[in-house]
């Protein structure tokens, strides 16, 4: 099983950008996807997550700015950054999980400048 995660780099507050998560059938295919945060001295937390059938859930910081979406047929997970600010900064990982399983990305940085 494997998620691996691009997209990160470093952008201006007030950006955009896309991350990406590909994963092989096995983690994606029956899973819920999310995508987790985990900024410098801070614990991992929940950003937004996506059901196999569609349903969103999305951490209030992020509401109106971010949106996950899941293309099934090719596996693979993602995630637009609209209107990024500083305080969006962290390393952003990729999980799949359902039915006793529980599955995580490497990461990838996110740097949103001032």
């Known amino acids: 099983v494997q998620l691996v995660e691009s997209g990160g780099g470093l952008v201006q507050a007030g950006g955009s950008l896309r991350l990406s998560c590909a994963a092989s059938r096995s983690a994606f295919s029956t899973r819920t996807m999310g995508w987790y945060r985990q900024a410098p001295g801070k614990q991992r937390e929940f950003v937004t997550s996506i059901t196999i059938s569609g349903n969103t859930n999305y951490e209030d910081s992020v509401k109106g700015r971010f949106t996950t979406s899941r293309d099934n047929a090719r596996n693979t997970l993602y995630l637009q950054m609209n209107s990024l600010k500083p305080e969006d900064t962290a390393v952003y990982y990729c999980?799949?999980?359902?039915?006793?399983?529980?599955?995580w990305g490497q990461g990838t940085q996110v740097t949103v400048s001032s």
């Open positions: 999980r799949a999980w359902g039915s006793g399983l529980d599955y």
